[in-house]
């Protein structure tokens, strides 16, 4: 997870996203604070259960005018780009490295074509309709 963060803040870091903590960033425009955060998925708190990690991403977005906040929680099995049903791969293998740059990749894609979006969409009242409307345009 270290290398991973360490690789995805390079990835971001000119989409103005700053390091603030633990598998954490935040940037700030428009009036609003946004923030990625990575997870685990299925990790305990004791030894790994497996090499596979599973990674978690949690959007949230925050109105610094009226104080109001908005999460979206995602898992990797939940994403999928609309237009060739690709689901993003959010994992690899921590001991063999297997599917890390595809891992990478992916998270640079769905920074780009999901993670942006929603982040815009919540700058306008009725953006998350309309962004939810594009995503699942001709899904059925």
């Known amino acids: ?60 977005s925050e109105n610094l005018a009226v104080e109001e906040s908005v999460e979206c929680k995602t898992t990797s099995s939940e994403l999928i780009r609309k237009k060739d049903g690709y689901v993003y791969h959010l994992r690899f293998n921590a001991k063999s490295w297997s599917t890390y740059d595809l891992c990478l990749q992916d998270m640079h894609f769905f920074i780009k074509d999901y993670a942006e979006p929603w982040f815009d969409a919540q700058m306008n009242p009725n953006g998350l309709s309309s962004f939810f409307k594009k995503l699942f345009k001709g899904n059925s």
């Open 1 to 60: 997870m270290k290398r991973l963060c360490k690789d995805f803040d390079d990835l971001i870091s000119d989409a103005d996203f700053k390091k603030t903590g633990h598998r954490r960033w935040k940037r700030e425009r428009n009036n609003f604070s946004e923030q990625i955060h990575l997870w685990r998925n299925g990790s305990s708190y004791g030894a790994p259960i497996s090499n596979s990690i599973d990674i978690r991403v949690n959007l949230s």
